[in-house]
């Protein structure tokens, strides 16, 4: 069982690496830090507050903030620094949290990008000029919670994918070279959610893995049919927080695992052998990580749960049976990546970033530093690319060499 990490053409560089599921494919990366933390060689800001990743392609840094005006904007680097253009694309949340959101996708020399409005843009990766737009969110009347928009586009072999959520449609494909619509589903009803949606293969059939503030949906990436639909309303007893789904949710061999915060029950579904339909596995009430994501490493999740909005532990649990190995307090909840056989985690309080080894037994704290500067939540999920680090605090971006010798 595979995820699909690439489509026709180059490979896809995207939200939370490959594969979206904060996998990095780095190796002989330093396996200690030096006390303060491993050199920085590179600091960029001006580009505008967000909490969006930054991305690398073809030694371009790509990064989004909010600007004068209200817009979105995307702006390129080359790797010393050197800003090469900004290009606005769409108009930004402005009410609550109005940071940018959405992380690039780029392949084939494109970038595509969602406002925070819901404007879908499709951009020339090296001039920033812009191919194509859809008001998607306009055109399909979609709805929306009051945190905006947080997506980040999905690509599969011909499209690019919006969540609209709403009465009329719930998932619109356009041709990822044309702009034109290619297909959209009916309706699962209610509102978006804050999620990236996943593409994912089972025996063949490549499928969609989108959410609302309702379902986890699966769909046939060719056509737009809905496959499954299953409920996450059960699992989200209480009012706090029902209905955000914010973490892109984690497939291996045959198996999706889906968890939203405060205090929601995570759960483990099992995919059918030909993907037309989902059975639960297990649940878990332990974990339920906010907005930080989890990574599958060595037959665990990793990630975090909710106590509130300020606090949270660090979590693992055992990826097979869903059976909790730890629950360990470190500063707060946050966001986690992982390279080279460790991981990384950023928490969202005061920017300290832990390196830590993988363990169903304790949370095994090997190195941290601290990030010093910018203002805001730490909510920006850092990335490797080459070797080095990126990290982001609002309007502030600093790359790390973590290259081993």
């Known amino acids: ?50 909490y969006s990743q930054p991305v690398v392609c073809k ?38 949290y109005p940071d940018t959101r ?9 970038v595509y990008l969602i406002s925070g409005m819901g404007e879908v843009y499709c951009l020339n990766a090296k001039n920033g000029e812009k191919l194509w737009t859809q008001d998607a969110q306009t055109q399909f009347k979609g709805e929306y919670g009051r945190w905006g928009i947080s997506e980040s586009v999905l690509l599969t072999d011909q499209a690019a994918l919006y969540v609209t959520g709403g009465k009329e449609t719930t998932v619109v494909a356009f041709d990822k070279i044309t702009g034109k619509l290619l297909w959209k589903t009916r309706s699962v009803g209610g509102e978006r959610a804050y999620v990236s949606s996943l593409l994912i293969e089972r025996n063949g059939l490549k499928i969609v893995l989108a959410e609302t503030a309702n379902n986890l949906i699966g769909i046939n ?9 299953f409920d996450l309303q059960p699992f989200e007893p209480g009012n706090m927080g029902k209905g955000i789904n914010p973490n892109t949710p984690i497939y291996h061999d045959g198996d999706i695992f889906v968890t939203s915060g405060y205090d929601h029950i995570a759960v483990m579904v099992s995919l059918s052998e030909d993907g037309k339909s989902v059975t ?36 693992s649990v055992n990826w097979a049976t869903g059976k909790t190995n730890w629950v360990k307090d470190w500063n707060t909840k946050g966001s986690i990546i992982a390279a080279d056989g460790l991981l990384y985690c950023y928490e969202e309080k005061g920017g300290t970033i832990a390196l830590v080894q993988p363990d169903s037994s304790d949370f095994k704290i090997i190195s941290t530093f601290k990030f010093e500067g910018g203002e805001g939540p730490y909510w920006a999920h850092p990335a490797i690319y080459d070797g080095k680090l990126y990290l982001r605090h609002g309007n502030i971006l600093r790359r790390y060499n973590i290259k081993g010798a």
């Open 102 to 110: 959405c992380t690039p996708t780029i392949q084939d020399d494109k």
């Open 221 to 229: 990436s060719v056509d737009g049919e809905i496959l499954w639909n």
């Open 280 to 315: 639960l596995k297990w649940k878990n009430e332990i974990m339920d990580t906010q907005i930080g994501g989890d990574v599958l490493v060595d037959g665990n999740i990793f990630g975090t749960n909710w106590v509130s909005n300020n606090k949270g532990q660090w979590v």
């Open 59 to 96: 030694d371009i840094i790509y990064i989004t903030g909010i600007k004068k005006d209200s817009m979105d904007v995307i702006s390129a680097y080359d790797l010393s620094g050197k800003r090469l253009w900004d290009q606005a694309y769409g108009r930004a949340w402005v009410n609550s």
């Open 1 to 50: 069982m595979l995820l699909v990490t690439a489509a026709v053409g180059q490979e896809i560089v995207q939200w939370r690496g490959p594969s979206r599921d904060g996998i990095y494919p780095d190796k002989n990366l330093l396996k200690k830090w030096p006390e303060a933390g491993p050199a920085t060689d590179l600091e960029i800001s001006g580009f505008g507050k967000g």
